[in-house]
């Protein structure tokens, strides 16, 4: 096991490895590394939230592209906004509330992309 976190460098934090669950939309997500990795990514716990956040963003984006995606389902659509509103406010806010996020894992920037084409998309949708 590593002793630095691999997305901050933070050493003496309590490392983890986010490679096992389900993403936003509630299919499994296994990245389990293959045995002939030899340097697998470990993450401290505010990296850790990061890294899932990064996993729900990277869920919502491909969920948008094609005509038949989860976001067509019923209220999927306004899950998304709401979960990447929540995300770009935890960004702004950090891991504890004070600290701000590295951004090593997830750019600011990029939530707030996705979020406004989700919005309009959302706002073309409403009847």
Known sequence: MPSACDACGAIGSPLAKVSL?????????????????RS????????SEEKAMQLDLRAIREAAQGPDTPLGRPGELERAVARLREV?????AGFD????????LLARGDVEA?????EERAAGAAP
């Not at 509330?97 to 090593?104: L, W």
């Open 97 to 104: 509330g004070t600290t701000p996020f590295h951004g090593k």
């Open 114 to 118: 996705t979020l406004g084409e989700l």
């Open 40 to 47: 697998p990514a470990w993450y401290c716990p505010p990296c």
């Open 21 to 37: 669950g389900h993403d936003f939309f509630g299919r499994v997500y296994d990245r389990l590394t293959p045995s002939s990795d």
């Open 88 to 92: 770009a406010a935890r960004l702004r």
